[in-house]
T-cell receptor
Framework: AQSVTQPDIHITVSEGASLELRCNYS??????LFWYVQSPGQGLQLLLK??????LVQGIKGFEAEFKRSQSSFNLRKPSVHWSDAAEYFC?????????FGTGTSLTVIP | NAGVTQTPKFQVLKTGQSMTLQCAQD?????MYWYRQDPGMGLRLIYYSASEGTTDKGEVPNGYNVSRLNKREFSLRLESAAPSQTSVYFCASPGHGRGEQYFGPGTRLTVT
């Protein structure tokens, strides 16, 4: 069965520090992979996506993610976090008809 | 171009009451989806509709019914609400890019 795992429920970083959010997936074929961000009380906004090709993908707001097939991972990174990045982040897999989401990682940014 | 709209934004029900959550998309997409979001659980698919006139169960369909009224509208009905259905409900439709989903603003439902 398909699944998406985000092992970190909550992460706290200082403003200006680097960030890495982890995501592992379980899926038989090459997946379509996504990262979404959700600010408090808001809907989900797409940050970036991977289908094929270059395994390092760039997204909005300075985020990037790297697909590693050997590790079944799609980790999200940002070199320097801003206070406005505080939100919940969801990794997702598209298997064709359905999306499977991870349980989310809540990011707190300390001034 | 509003994308995906949902009504209502907030709702409080008593146990046993019924209600319908409405969703509409103006992007002329065939597929539409209903999710619920609960703390620590992420988003879980309730039902989806691959095209007008078809619906399929997702991961957590029990206690819900859906209607794909036309290509634009996809409603979610709770016939007899239970406290376990307290959640935030999101409707979604394919986004502009391949494989993406575009989400509505959500409906926050509380069942007491």
């Amino acid at each position: 069965a398909q699944s998406v795992t985000q092992p970190d429920i909550h992460i706290t970083v200082s403003e200006g520090a680097s960030l890495e959010l982890r995501c592992n997936y379980s899926y038989g074929a090459t997946p379509y992979l996504f990262w979404y961000v959700q600010s408090p009380g808001q809907g989900l906004q797409l940050l970036l996506k991977y289908f094929s090709g270059d395994t390092l993908v760039q997204g909005i707001k300075g985020f990037e993610a790297e697909f590693k097939r050997s590790q079944s991972s799609f980790n999200l990174r940002k070199p320097s976090v801003h206070w406005s990045d505080a939100a919940e982040y969801f990794c997702a897999v598209n298997t064709g008809n359905q999306f499977y989401f991870g349980t989310g990682t809540s990011l707190t940014v300390i001034p | 171009n509003a994308g995906v709209t949902q009504t209502p934004k907030f709702q409080v029900l008593k146990t046993g009451q019924s209600m319908t959550l409405q969703c509409a998309q103006d992007m002329n997409h065939n597929s539409m989806y209903w999710y619920r979001q609960d703390p620590g659980m992420g988003l879980r698919l309730i039902y989806y509709s691959a095209s007008e006139g078809t619906t399929d169960k997702g991961e957590v369909p029990n206690g819900y019914n859906v209607s794909r009224l036309n290509k634009r509208e996809f409603s979610l009905r709770l016939e007899s609400a239970a406290p376990s259905q307290t959640s935030v409900y999101f409707c979604a439709s394919p986004g502009h890019g391949r494989g993406e989903q575009y989400f509505g603003p959500g409906t926050r439902l509380t069942v007491t």
